[in-house]
T-cell receptor, first 113, second 113 residues
Framework: GQQLNQSPQSMFIQEGEDVSMNCTSS?????WLWYKQEPGEGPVLLIA?????ELTSNGRLTAQFGITRKDSFLNISASIPSDVGIYFC?????????????FGKGTKLSVKP | EAQVTQNPRYLITVTGKKLTVTCSQN?????MSWYRQDPGLGLRQIYY???????DKGDVPEGYKVSRKEKRNFPLILESPSPNQTSLYFC????????????FGPGTRLTVT
């Protein structure tokens, strides 16, 4: 099946640093989404991207839908301890069934105060 | 409060004993979906439902059944659970299958011995 390659797998950063993570695929995607999951909870949607080239911000978070439609990245600026969690990219690939979402394996973020 | 609820939250069972995990949403969402989350594998879609009486297989449907007789409920059925179905399960819903702003439930941790 379709796969999303998400990197890095984990990050250990100092509070205040900027963070960047990305997701790539060999297939074209129609939609890219970024979720955050905190321990013991379900994922929460952070940003949704629907057009190639789209750049969207949500507070200190910025995500972009790659021009080739095969990748997306998420940046977090000036990280704080509450940014800790697992970040997942997800998407619906071109030619896939409507409603069928593919998730990356996640980037685990740790922030040292 | 708008939410997705799952029951039970934790379940330990034995191989072959049929079980049902319930999922309910109070947001009048058309779309509902089940995922399993395993370490290192991220979230994988099991089944999804675009609307009442309409269900489709996700990426890992083997060994699972679902039904969507009412808009608010989407139970996940394991007719004959096996140890490889030990996992963390999430139910999610969104307004429609064309909107990817999915709300996730709190998760059900299932152990099959």
């Amino acid at each position: 099946g379709q796969q999303l390659n998400q990197s890095p797998q984990s990050m250990f950063i100092q509070e205040g640093e900027d963070v960047s993570m990305n997701c790539t695929s060999s297939s074209i995607f129609n939609t890219w989404l970024w979720y955050k999951q905190e321990p013991g909870e379900g994922p929460v949607l952070l940003i949704a991207l629907y057009k190639a080239g789209e750049l969207t911000s949500n507070g200190r978070l910025t995500a972009q839908f790659g021009i080739t439609r095969k990748d997306s990245f998420l940046n977090i600026s000036a990280s704080i301890p509450s940014d800790v969690g697992i970040y997942f990219c997800a998407g619906q690939y071109y030619g896939g069934s409507q409603g069928n979402l593919i998730f990356g394996k996640g980037t685990k973020l740790s922030v040292k105060p | 409060e708008a939410q997705v609820t799952q029951n039970p939250r934790y379940l330990i069972t034995v191989t072959g004993k049929k079980l049902t995990v319930t999922c309910s949403q109070n947001m009048n969402h058309e779309y509902m979906s089940w995922y399993r989350q395993d370490p290192g594998l991220g979230l994988r879609q099991i089944y999804y439902s675009m609307n009442v009486e309409v269900t489709d297989k996700g990426d890992v449907p083997e060994g699972y059944k679902v039904s969507r007789k009412e808009k608010r409920n989407f139970p996940l059925i394991l007719e004959s659970p096996s140890p490889n179905q030990t996992s963390l399960y999430f139910c999610a819903s969104s307004l429609t299958g064309y909107s990817y702003e999915q709300y996730f439930g709190p998760g059900t941790r299932l152990t099959v011995t």
